[in-house]
């Protein structure tokens, strides 16, 4: 005899409980538990998760850079704070703009203007260049408004700034140099070279007082997630392109070891929650704890010898927060120079390779050597040379061990020997290789040795445009340094014979 067995499940449209549907019961709970342990699930620790955030927090605001009023911490970028430089406000565009504006109302006005070749647009960059010299520049005329007697209005509303950033710019260092007060300590910004500019850049002169008041903030934890990380849970099918172990790591790769065990091994046990802190501020928080599935309470305390984001001179427990302009626009080159020691001539290079926009020509290339074999029927001439002829936009500095009680590397002056009288050569035109602070009886430029390094740098000066937090286009003008792979040199040499070919 033959019994056909059928089984399905139906659906009981008479049950009203839904709690039983909920908890999804299984027919073999014990095989479950033994699969778990099979897998070591059971090894886990005794721990729950974290539920709920409570932190107690205080927010000091940072305040201007001295000379910057206009600069607000809390929406300008910090790049835009501490690289900009007066005059940033005058674009081309500008320039020329308000230039016509004002002769027009001028002409309209019965006024004329003075016809003063320095009142004309001049020495713009490439490929601007063709406007100079056709018509006034706005900029000059706001600077001469008094004494050409134009009235404010005549250059819009709200028209240019009243007061200009002060240059942070160190032409000694080659760096930016900046302080920022927050409260009871100062925001110390030392040889920055430009660029990207955050929490890293600074250091504080000592930690804040406790005088702000503290409010007391509750949030939610989430478990970190990042590309490649895998799934928490034991029972969850991971994605195939998911391969922690395919860095296979070796005695040379220890940091990869490390990253796979932490990734592999304790993917689970990292959570994060967002503190809510306005830009251009220190954060500080006195108190964060955390509550679990098991309602307990855990404090929480930065680790006492290191942290990713500490600030030196602050406490632990303290973070700065300001706006940066992460990816600004970025102009072409107007200046680019390059620095570096030549240890044969015992002078410093610095070669403008840049100028306003407009590449230089490089040096000549050096003559060729001379025949391997030397023709001795004839007597050669020679011609004296008292120093090798130095190529245009080479600047040479020389070490001077007693500038205001210290050792400098000062600018000098090249100068043409070739002739019966010594020429000057033409001075530097690029302002990276000026000091306008110095002094009468100073160089006109001087460079601390500590910042060339040995392969030397390369300077360069852009005009970027970025976004405040209010969604206002910041412009303003850029000032980097960057490392060469070999320095400048050139072969100078004194009471030289060149032979005289006559092919």
Known sequence: MIFDVVLRLESDPHQSDLARGWAAEVADPLWLLGRQWQLGEHQAEDAASPVSVEILARSTPIG??????????????????IESEPQDWWTIGRR???????????????VSLPDEESLLLAELPVPYDGLNGTGPDGRILWQRRTELGLPDS?????????????????PAELSYTATLPAGSATLVIDRHDGGALDWFSADATGPLDSADAATTIRTTPGRLRYPSAPLPRWWQIEDARVSIGGQAPDRAGLATLVLIDLIVNHSDDWFTFAV??????????DQVKVLDAFGDWWPLAPPPDWSLFTTTGLDPRSLVVWATARTPLVGPILDEVVIG???????????????????MPTPPAPPAPPPAQADTTTRRAFDYLPMTPIPPHWHPYVVENDVDGRRRFVQ?????????????????????LTDPRHQDGQPMHQLEPGAIPADGLRVERRAMLARSTTGQPVLWTQRRRQPLLTPPTFGLRFDLLKPDDPA
């Open 276 to 285: 809510p802190a306005p830009t251009g501020t220190i954060a500080t928080f």
């Open 96 to 110: 020329v703009r308000i230039g016509r504006a004002v002769a027009t109302a001028a002409s309209g006005g019965g």
């Open 341 to 359: 020691i030549d240890e044969d001539a015992n002078l410093v290079w610095a070669v403008e390779q840049v100028i306003a926009g407009r590449t």
């Open 154 to 170: 005549w250059f819009g509303d709200p028209g240019p700034p009243r007061t200009e950033p002060v240059d942070l710019w160190d």
């Open 64 to 81: 201007a850079a001295a000379g910057q009023p206009g600069l607000d911490p809390a929406t300008v970028p910090a790049e835009a704070i």
């Open 412 to 432: 000098g002056r090249a100068a043409d020997l070739s002739g019966p009288a010594p020429v000057l050569m033409p001075a530097p035109t690029s302002d990276l």
